[in-house]
């Protein structure tokens, strides 16, 4: 349970609704009243989008808050969207939406995340945004997206607060300076890329299947289709407990089985298609082969069946406890967001009375019961009393059902489910909103001809490059490489960063050698004045420094003969240490303590181990292969190994 919880607080998105001109709110007795027109003024206009929407978990909605404190009165909400992230990014449409149709409104978004639209642009980021200089910095006005600056200099200070500003100085910001604050293109761009296919979206994101369901569920649907997600949820998080009730069906029984078209959610289908179950023999549900041609149907209203009986067995009340719920008409609310409907074009010029503008009332009633209508706790129903409500008061005749179910229109294709290779590139291309699987596809074309000019010295150029790099808690900076831009090592700037930290000034620090640096630090100039100013404190630094050496000298000593010290290439006798990438004076060093050790290849061993580890990926991803991708390398495969 501690689990289920920790989940549902983790798919739960927030979202806020100001006005500009808060200051002409500050009397209470009337800040309510504007706040509601302006509220079913908003989900009348969010009507034309959204009705009909089959939620994944719960629906959008907006209610009035109070002004607390610091933040000004509103109308928001929360939201889990559950599984389909595809909810999320509706809502930011409709926020988006509505600060564009109502230009007086500024609207903030974010999830358990936190702001989870800077996310999605992180590549276009200025540095000094974080999420601790973010808060309160992210906000759509006139249907973009805002990120108020830091100031970068005392002139910006008369008109940008020095630390994270308050909802009310961003509501005084935003309409003055509204051009200073609009985020740039690419990260306006990024997030556009992920709403720009709707409103058509919410259309296409929907499937139609055949479906064999027990009578009572197909005339519930007919009244409800927005209950088929709870019903499915049930069914997907199931647990043997839920299962108890489906050994025995007592409100959806198999005998009722009828022939129906029900509309999904891709992700409510998927759910529903890609769980395999098999029911209890005592249940009563039989499946017919899987050659036979309606065997889909029968599966997914099978598994349609124990959803709905195991959110009727949760019930608290019995059905015949249950009141028959009053007309959505009788609330009084649904006259004036009625007429906002109707202000709105929402029938569509449909006449009265006609088959469609009936379809569209029914689903202005569900959109007006999900995001309109403000719920009375003590006679709430739960989703499972609801359906067995509507077992209650709605008739039915399995006759004509099943003479429905003779004369239903063709299901959805569902060959979606099972994307090729290709497809998948496509959409993860689309997604990053980069050529790089172009780029990738024309690398592997092209691959003989870099096999035959590939230098391996570019590997230890790009490794010397990265941990030249400065990094922090936040991650480290990685280099990018091309064939057309090598990467530069600068070494008198990887000298000066040794040389901040180890907080030492030195004409020359060799950044392989840990002598070298106890050389400078002995042999500088600032080192020898420190020496006749304080000389008790040179002594004691330098013999530190010895007592240092000699312990490393001991300890290269005891691993030379071991399978650690073997386990390392070392340069040649012959190879002229003057032009090797390696500390001459450790060299001598060594030489003097007659140590007999041969200095190690530092770059053979890199590429060795770098090697090593790439072909033990066999070909998948792993940690070589990253590191080198995100600087712009790319290993040929290992044709050795192949096989």
Known sequence: MEGMRERVLQDTVRYRLYLSDHLSLSDPRTCRDTWERQREEIMGRLALLSAGYIWHNEAFSLNYTAARGDIPSHIGGMTNFGD?????????????????????????????????????????????????????????????LHIIPLPQNTGELSWLPAGNPTIPEVLSLLPTHSEKCLATEPIRKAIN?????????????????????????????????????????????????????????????????????????????????????????RSGYQLPAQSDQNFKAHALGMKLAHGFEILCAKCSQSISNIKA???VASDPQWEGFLNSLKKNAYFRGELEGSARYRELLQMAEIYFQQSVARPKSSSTLSQGEQVMQLL??????????????????????????NISLEEL????????????????????????????GYDLQDITKCMKAFVSKVSSYEGAEVPRSSASSEVQFDVNSFTNALEKILGVESEE????????????????????????????????????????????DQMDRELAGTHIGKSFTKVSGEVDLENHEL?????????????????????????ENL??????????????????????????DNKDNAT
């Open 509 to 552: 620090l060799d950044s392989d050698d840990l002598e070298d640096e106890e050389s400078d630090l002995l042999d500088s100039d600032e080192d020898s004045d420190r020496k006749e100013e304080n000389p008790e404190e040179c002594a004691s630094a330098a013999n530190t420094l010895e007592n240092i050496r000699d312990y490393m």
């Open 193 to 281: 890329r992920r709403i720009q296919s709707y409103p058509e979206k919410i259309h296409n994101d929907q499937h139609r299947a055949y479906c064999y369901v027990p009578a009572g569920i197909a005339a519930v649907l007919k009244h409800r289709p927005d209950l088929l997600a709870p019903a499915i949820q049930a069914f997907y998080l199931r647990d043997p407990i839920d299962l108890r009730a489906c050994r025995s069906f007592k409100f959806f029984l198999p005998e009722t089985r009828v022939k129906a078209l029900v509309t999904f959610s891709k992700c409510l289908y998927a759910q529903l298609q890609q769980q395999p179950f098999m029911p209890d023999k």
């Open 611 to 636: 090697l090593e580890s790439y072909s033990s990926q066999a070909g998948l991803p792993g940690p070589t292969s990253n590191i080198l991708q995100s600087m712009g390398l790319r290993l040929p």
């Open 392 to 417: 209650q008061a709605q008739s039915y005749s399995l006759e004509e059902l099943q003479k429905e179910g003779e004369n239903l229109p063709p299901e959805d294709d569902d060959s979606w489910l």
């Open 425 to 452: 590139d496509r959409m993860l291309e689309d997604a990053s909103g980069t050529k790089l699987l172009n780029a990738a596809r024309q690398q592997e074309e092209d691959e003989e001809e870099e096999e035959d």
């Open 84 to 144: 389909n992230v595809d909810d999320e990014w509706l809502i930011v449409y409709l926020i988006q939406q509505i600060t564009k149709e109502f230009p007086d409104l500024v609207a903030s978004i974010e999830d358990e995340d936190g702001e989870f639209l800077l996310i999605e642009a992180a590549k276009y980021l200025p540095k000094w945004l974080n999420p601790d200089t973010s808060v309160n910095r992210v906000f759509f006005f006139h249907g973009e």
């Open 325 to 327: 719920g009053s007309a």
């Open 583 to 607: 500390s001459k004076e450790a060299a001598r060093a060594e030489s003097k303590a007659n140590l007999n050790i041969l200095p190690v290849d530092v770059d053979l061993n890199l590429v």
